[in-house]
């Protein structure tokens, strides 16, 4: 869902990456604006997914080109500068969520699957995996996606997206979000059989 690959590093306008990272390290005002015209809306985007508020995540994307441009001497280019700034830009709308007032957790069990008296599920599951690299490759489906993510309860869904999108470890995630490895582990099967319930109407395959 990012921009993860081992290619050369470039700059998403097809420059190499370090021409323009000569030209930030040397104050250029004009790379700077550069990099903020090419980068803001897909990064407005990224915080968007994490803060419900337009305003909070416009001031994410602003704190995270700041501290981008701040810290840019530290970045040595071992990834896309396109990447870096994602990073960044999650970890700002991290932290604008955790200097909020907590609010209770909110009820995920409407969206969990159904079960009869006997044990057996209300609704066969379907036969495919919902974060499948197969499914977030075609640009239709990852929108779905996405959208199916956005409407899953604040406190699992960013279990979800850290986890299956960012792809961050079960320690890590639960050092950002403050919470236990447990509890990271018991939102994320929840959010995860939520998330297939969402996305089960569009996707379940017809029968042979």
Not at 39 to 63: T, W
Not at 117 to 130: K, L, N, S
Not at 187 to 200: E, F, S, T, V
């Amino acid at each position: 869902m990012d921009d993860r690959n081992t290619d050369r590093p470039t700059s998403r306008a097809g420059a190499p990456d370090a021409e323009l990272l000569a030209r930030l390290r040397a104050g250029d005002d004009a790379a700077f604006e550069e990099v903020v015209r090419q980068n803001a809306a897909r990064l407005l985007i990224v915080a968007r997914r994490y803060l419900r508020s337009e305003e909070d995540a416009q001031d994410a994307v602003q704190d995270a080109f700041l501290s981008a441009f701040r810290s840019i001497g530290q970045f040595e280019g071992g990834s896309r500068l396109s990447t870096w700034l994602h990073r960044i830009t999650v970890n700002a709308a991290l932290m604008k969520l955790r200097t909020r007032r907590r609010k209770p957790e909110e009820p995920i069990d409407d969206l969990l699957p159904g079960f009869l008296g006997d044990g057996h599920m209300t609704q066969a599951p379907v036969e495919w995996r919902p974060l499948s690299d197969e499914l977030l490759a075609r640009s239709e489906t990852r929108t779905l996606v996405l959208r199916c993510i956005d409407g899953l309860p604040e406190s699992y869904r960013h279990v979800l997206l850290l986890r299956d999108i960012e792809e961050l470890d079960t320690e890590e995630t639960a050092e950002v979000l403050g919470v236990s490895t447990n509890t990271v582990k018991t939102r994320l099967h929840r959010a995860r059989q939520a998330l297939r319930k969402l996305l089960d109407p569009h996707l379940r395959r017809s029968p042979a």
